[in-house]
């Protein structure tokens, strides 16, 4: 911590000055607090700016890569916090920094290895495409030229493999989807979430219709996000509310959204079937499946997805449900503040 005047001449000193930016007091008292930019920063007059706002709102906060004394950097956050006489006039600032340089590191680490991975599993997904549509093509043509002609036995184990290749390219299909959705098409934008629940509502029309359901929704907010993306969350959480329906009653599903500070709480509520609400966190893991394929079709990466959504955009996805009586699906996102 160190105090510097209202024009950013640098005041005290103390060990920490040494440890984390290299300076010794002589060498650092009477510097401008510039110094310790990176020659990028330091041309976009970031220090004026920043003692500007300090100086309007009382404290002004950053976190950035900063120069050391001798040129290497040092990822920090600092808090800079405008101090005044009795009567009011500004005389100078105080700064707080602290060393976040692991932590900024180690989070580089894992968006690099996270990356890696997606990349792996979307290029396997892809390319197991192509073998498995020949097997899939092939069994079914000899099932169907041979069909008869060979032993009960013979018709029966065809019967498997053609099951098991169509499974299986669904598997990959999926797999191929997750891998894909944290790969953004285009950058975040203001939308309109009633536009993208809409537009979800209108590409499921003919399963709603089905099955006679109602899907409704209050007024919803507008934020930050990728429009794509928000209609397939919404799309995948109301199929899945029709998908997983009551066999005694028509499927109602409701779309709300209520502040919560600084995040938006939306919530996707069911009146259908619903599950142990003990599973409530394993049914986010992809290809985690509670109901059987013979009753309700599905690759268990629908929700996967939803996760990888909502956590991209800064936000969180949980479920709450009664067996017999329904389910809710919560996810936050940020309000915008632009
Ligand atoms: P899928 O529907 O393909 O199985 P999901 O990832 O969308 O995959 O869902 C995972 C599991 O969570 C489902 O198999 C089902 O058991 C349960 N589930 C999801 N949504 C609901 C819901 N609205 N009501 C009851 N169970 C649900």
Known sequence: MFMVDPQGVILSWNQGVKELLGYSEDEWIGQHAAIIFTPADMAK?????????A???GYSTDIRWHSRKDGTEIFGSGFLNAIRD???TLIGYSKVFSDETARKELQDSLTESNAALEQFAYVASHDLQEPLRTMGAYSQLISRKYKGKL???????????VGAATRMSALVTGLLSYARSTVRDDRPSSVALDEDVEAAI??????????GGVVTHEALPVVQADRGQMVRLFQNLVSNALKYRHPERAPEVHVTA????????????????GFDPKYAATIFTPFKR?????????????????????ETHGGRIWAESRIGEGSTFHFTLPVDNT
């Open 55 to 57: 100086e309007k709102s």
């Open 258 to 273: 209520k502040q919560k500070g600084s995040e938006w709480v939306i919530s996707v509520h069911d009146n259908g079937i």
């Open 45 to 53: 007059d970031l220090w004026e700016s920043e003692m500007k706002k």
């Open 202 to 211: 209108s590409h499921l029309a003919q399963a709603i219709e089905e099955c």
């Open 151 to 161: 032993d009960e036995d013979a018709d029966r184990f065809l019967g498997f493999i």
């Open 290 to 310: 509670l109901h059987s394929g013979e009753q309700y079709t599905g690759t268990g990466v629908g929700l996967a997805i939803c996760k990888r959504i909502v």
């Open 86 to 88: 009795e009567s009011g």
